[in-house]
């Protein structure tokens, strides 16, 4: 039996998201504006409902059912982001000595990340410094979520190019 997939675009202050489920648990969140499916499901409706209360400041932890794929490794991380509290920061040596793995291997996986704000990576960081970040904007997108964790709501956003699809179906430009 075939497994469907459903999308919905939300948006952010960094612009629109792309959320994706697979058999009721959510699989990625994508940055920017993927197609769409017909017929929306409850999951995708909740998840873009708490990442919006997340945005402005009143939600602290993610209560969705996920099912990143990746290997036993990355789940591995990925589970022990989920572990760090709303607020703080842990290092990849940290993570890492927890793991018994290396830091670089932590990062790796946090880069390939197929849920990010879902599976905080962004509260990890570097021994002396912020690290890397691989979704839009990078490390200034990191730092933004983290000024979010200890501040409260961001600010909404103004409409940008990113707002565009990134590509049509039809062969036309997309609009």
Known sequence: ????????????????????????????????????????????????????????????RFDLPVQPRGTDFQV???????????????????????????????????GANPLPIIVPCHRVTAENGLGGFSGLGGIATKRRLLALECDGAMPKRQPSLFDLPLFSYSGAPAL
Not at 83 to 102: D, F, N, R, V
């Open 1 to 60: 039996m075939e497994s469907s997939i459903r999308r919905l675009v939300t948006q952010s202050p960094f612009g629109p998201l792309t959320l994706t489920e697979r058999d009721q648990a959510l699989v990625a969140l994508d940055w920017g504006r993927l197609p769409e499916s017909d017929g929306q499901s409850s999951l995708l409706r909740e998840a873009a409902a708490q990442l919006e209360d997340f945005f402005d400041g009143r939600l602290k």
């Open 76 to 110: 591995r991380v990925w589970r022990a982001l989920q572990a760090i509290p709303y607020g703080e920061t842990m290092t990849y040596g940290e993570i890492a000595q927890s793991l018994k793995s290396s830091a670089r291997a932590v990062g790796t996986a946090c």
